[in-house]
């Protein structure tokens, strides 16, 4: 199963490795990432992969979440089957 993260927030130093680090405490795999600085904003967007994740889906994205509440940071953890779904034309 493949899910989304999107994450947004002031800009400052360690987002990433937060948000990844998280994903490998949990045997999540990210596969993809591609993020940008918009004037102070932070935006990234991770493809992940959670076939060997070590606990249930819901539960990895309550841990996303709160981990980014930490930080000041808005993140969100999508199934890939609904992000897809979303944003078909």
């Not at 994450?7 to 405490?25: E, H, N, P, R, Y």
């Amino acid at each position: 199963m493949k899910a989304i993260i999107t994450v947004v927030g002031k800009d400052t130093v360690g987002i990433l490795a937060t948000i990844s680090g998280k994903c490998a405490d949990y045997k999540v795999n990210v596969l993809e990432v591609t993020q940008s600085i918009l004037q102070d904003m932070f935006c990234m967007i991770m493809l992940i992969d959670l076939k060997d994740c070590t606990i249930p889906y819901t539960d990895f994205s309550d841990k996303i979440t709160e981990e980014g509440t930490k930080k000041n940071l808005v993140v969100h953890v999508m199934h890939e089957d609904i992000f897809n779904s979303m944003h078909r034309i």
